[in-house]
């Protein structure tokens, strides 16, 4: 172990290495991808044989990222914690922080039968639309026109009409460093419009692992502790109300993770 009087060039060095083990998780997530593209023909056609069952494929993804978070763990990069709290039963729109780069992957791993908003990225560069969308997984547009933006909300509303969670960032990005960006109203009018609740999720982070000021390969020197709060349930707010439910959700937040408000515009 460490000794707590550690020297500045010994925490380099650990962070130097850790930025190595970094690495090699990225080729790790890499060689998974390249897997899911070998096994993508024999998943469709079982998927075809067997009756299309998204949860299935769910649970597959799930594994993967469960293994990637303990391999994670040991090389001291980020630990990710058992939940807090009662994600409730039935379809709801899932908002949460998003303080890192890999927060998601916890949300996979603790929310069951929940569908989730993909960038476009990974499927134009990284080729996995067919894997994503066995496992109901849609993909943003990447098109600012407004009939495209509601054939994606569409989209999800048919999913939480089926029962599934819906999980978006309000904020629409990564959260700057021990911060929070303004909550867009777009996950309440998507509430709204399926007429289903909010679960908030409130992501504690510390430190934040792979915010979008850190570099990847020079990763925090403590390992970083992540964990999910799942707060009470919200009922979808009524019509023209949804700017302000974000607002009041987004006072939560920043109250329970003693930040200040966003001044950027």
């Given at each position: 172990?460490?000794?707590?009087?550690?020297?500045?060039?010994?925490?380099?060095?650990?962070?130097?290495?850790?930025?190595?083990?970094?690495?090699?998780?990225?080729?790790?997530?890499?060689?998974?991808?390249?897997?899911?593209?070998?096994?993508?023909?024999?998943?469709?056609?079982?998927?075809?044989?067997?009756?299309?069952?998204?949860?299935?494929?769910?649970?597959?993804?799930?594994?993967?990222?469960?293994?990637?978070?303990?391999?994670?763990?040991?090389?001291?990069?980020?630990?990710?914690?058992?939940?807090?709290?009662?994600?409730?039963?039935?379809?709801?729109?899932?908002?949460?922080?998003?303080?890192?780069?890999?927060?998601?992957?916890?949300?996979?791993?603790?929310?069951?039968?929940?569908?989730?908003?993909?960038?476009?990225?990974?499927?134009?560069?990284l080729?996995?639309?067919?894997?994503?969308?066995?496992?109901?997984?849609?993909?943003?547009?990447?098109?600012?026109?407004?009939?495209?933006?509601?054939?994606?909300?569409?989209?999800?509303?048919?999913?939480?009409?089926?029962?599934?969670?819906?999980?978006?960032?309000?904020?629409?990005?990564?959260?700057?460093?021990?911060?929070l960006?303004?909550?867009?109203?777009?996950?309440?009018?998507?509430?709204?419009?399926?007429?289903?609740p909010?679960?908030?999720?409130?992501i504690?982070?510390?430190?934040?692992?792979?915010?979008?000021?850190?570099?990847?390969?020079?990763?925090?020197?403590?390992?970083?502790?992540?964990?999910?709060?799942?707060?009470?349930?919200?009922?979808?707010?009524?019509?023209?109300?949804?700017?302000?439910?974000?607002?009041?959700?987004?006072?939560?937040?920043?109250?329970?993770?003693?930040?200040?408000?966003?001044t950027?515009?």
């Amino acid at each position: 172990m460490i000794s707590p009087n550690k020297t500045p060039i010994l925490q380099v060095a650990v962070r130097i290495l850790k930025g190595q083990y970094m690495m090699m998780m990225f080729a790790v997530f890499g060689t998974g991808i390249l897997l899911g593209h070998l096994l993508t023909p024999f998943l469709l056609l079982y998927d075809k044989l067997a009756g299309h069952e998204p949860l299935r494929n769910q649970r597959v993804f799930r594994g993967f990222v469960i293994l990637w978070l303990r391999l994670m763990e040991k090389g001291g990069l980020l630990k990710a914690l058992p939940h807090r709290g009662k994600i409730m039963d039935g379809p709801c729109v899932v908002i949460a922080n998003h303080p890192g780069l890999f927060d998601v992957l916890v949300l996979i791993r603790d929310v069951p039968k929940m569908s989730l908003i993909a960038k476009q990225p990974l499927r134009t560069r990284l080729g996995m639309g067919y894997l994503f969308k066995l496992a109901d997984w849609i993909f943003a547009t990447s098109n600012a026109d407004a009939s495209m933006a509601m054939e994606t909300t569409n989209k999800a509303v048919d999913v939480l009409g089926r029962g599934y969670k819906f999980m978006l960032f309000p904020e629409g990005t990564r959260s700057p460093k021990a911060g929070l960006l303004r909550f867009r109203a777009g996950a309440f009018k998507l509430a709204r419009l399926a007429d289903v609740p909010i679960q908030p999720v409130l992501i504690r982070n510390t430190p934040p692992f792979l915010p979008h000021e850190d570099r990847w390969y020079y990763p925090p020197y403590e390992t970083s502790l992540l964990q999910l709060e799942f707060l009470d349930p919200l009922p979808p707010p009524k019509e023209k109300e949804e700017r302000r439910t974000a607002a009041m959700v987004e006072d939560t937040f920043r109250i329970a993770l003693g930040v200040d408000h966003d001044t950027t515009t």
